[in-house]
């Protein structure tokens, strides 16, 4: 609608009008935007979290403050419960881990099917390709808008009492798990007593025995230092991987211009770049310091052959075809070839 004004007082009025609607605007938004984590910087994901709130303060000159509140303290702990809070819009933000979310986002369950991905260009091919467009539309349809990935990185075997090389070894082995019974199923195929509880007890679980062992990337074991734990014996294994997704709740997007949308999308899309960077740092075929140092503490780290890996594939074939239906086989169908097309 185009307007003529008659008189130079009409037009500082509309000035007036239009400079209080803005700030009204401005008002809206919230002194500060809990985003809430597992755990905090200096492990890979706490880090990229920080970069995100960095990048967002930095580009939006210090109009949206957002702060990390580790320890998934915003849920008591309950990191299961990060997604539905985010929902409810009790939390506006997170950097969320695909297994925590899992209970609420079935098809999450995707990268902790035992054995589908094999390497990083495996999980890139899953992250940056279809399906994780379809999940993306899927979560957005649950309530939570999500922005980009991170990564906490492939998954392995840690244990207090002996190198696990074949499934065997594993027999009895009561090893802690979180977030999804697609867990429990696999190492109840393996032989193992697998028991659900959240990180925050897992540390002590570890520390008295009540735990022999879990299972984890090992940038955490290195930074929450699990060999004073006990954790003398890791095996790399690699039998599935958790990306980190940034994620805001729908209500508090919707209140954001369209303008601070994208700038907040950006912002993730850079900030998880730097977390898979780091999240991958000294523990590739290229890059083994970390593995080094871990090694130097005392603790063997078991690699396995393709023959042992196979043997723990074989074991979990069962829970893997259970597990596509729970998924959708679509999903999974679509998952087996980008990975087979990487
Ligand atoms: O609890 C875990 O094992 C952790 C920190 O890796 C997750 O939140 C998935």
Redesign the pocket.
């Known amino acids: 609608m185009m307007r003529v004004f008659k008189t130079a007082a009409g037009a500082v009025a509309a000035a007036a009008l239009m400079v209080t609607a803005l700030s009204a605007q401005a008002a809206d938004y919230k002194e500060e935007y809990k985003v809430s984590t ?2 905090p910087a200096p492990f890979p ?1 706490g880090l990229a979290a920080e970069k995100w709130v960095e990048l967002v303060r930095e580009r939006s000159d210090g109009r949206i403050n957002m702060k990390v509140y580790p320890g ?1 303290q915003l849920v008591s702990g309950d ?1 299961t419960k990060e997604f539905a809070a985010m929902r409810q819009g009790i939390i506006d933000m997170a950097v969320g ?1 695909t ?2 979310w899992s209970p609420q986002v079935k098809e999450l369950n995707i990268f902790s099917m035992p054995f589908l991905m094999p390497d990083y260009a495996a999980l890139d091919a899953l992250t940056q390709g279809p399906v994780g467009k379809e999940l993306f539309s899927i979560i957005e349809k649950r309530g939570v808008v999500p922005l980009g990935w991170a990564e ?1 990185g492939f ?1 392995e075997l840690t244990n207090s009492k002996l190198d696990v090389k074949t499934p065997a070894d594993l027999n009895g082995l009561k090893i ?4 999804s019974p697609l867990y429990l199923d696999t190492f109840t195929a393996l032989g193992a007593n697998p028991t659900q509880m ?2 925050a007890d ?1 540390q002590p679980a570890l520390a008295t025995g009540a735990v022999d062992g ?4 090992l940038s ?1 074991f290195t930074v929450a230092k699990l060999q004073n734990v006990g954790q003398k014996h890791v095996t790399l294994w690699g039998y599935v991987a ?1 990306p980190l997704i940034f994620g805001v709740s729908k209500r508090v997007w919707d209140t954001f211009t369209p303008e601070d949308q994208d700038l907040l999308r950006k912002a993730a899309v850079d900030a998880g770049v730097y977390g898979v960077q780091v999240a991958r740092k000294g523990i590739t075929e290229q890059d083994d310091a970390t593995l080094k140092d871990i090694e130097g503490m005392g603790v063997t780290v078991t690699r396995l052959s393709d023959a042992e890996r196979q043997a723990f594939v074989d074991a979990t074939r069962g829970v893997y075809e259970k597990w596509a239906k729970e998924i959708g086989p679509d999903l999974v169908k679509t998952a087996e070839e980008s990975v087979a097309n990487r």
């Open positions: 597992v755990v994901w998934a990191q881990s297994i925590n906490n998954r802690r798990v979180v977030g959240s990180w897992a879990q299972e984890n990337p955490i958790d």
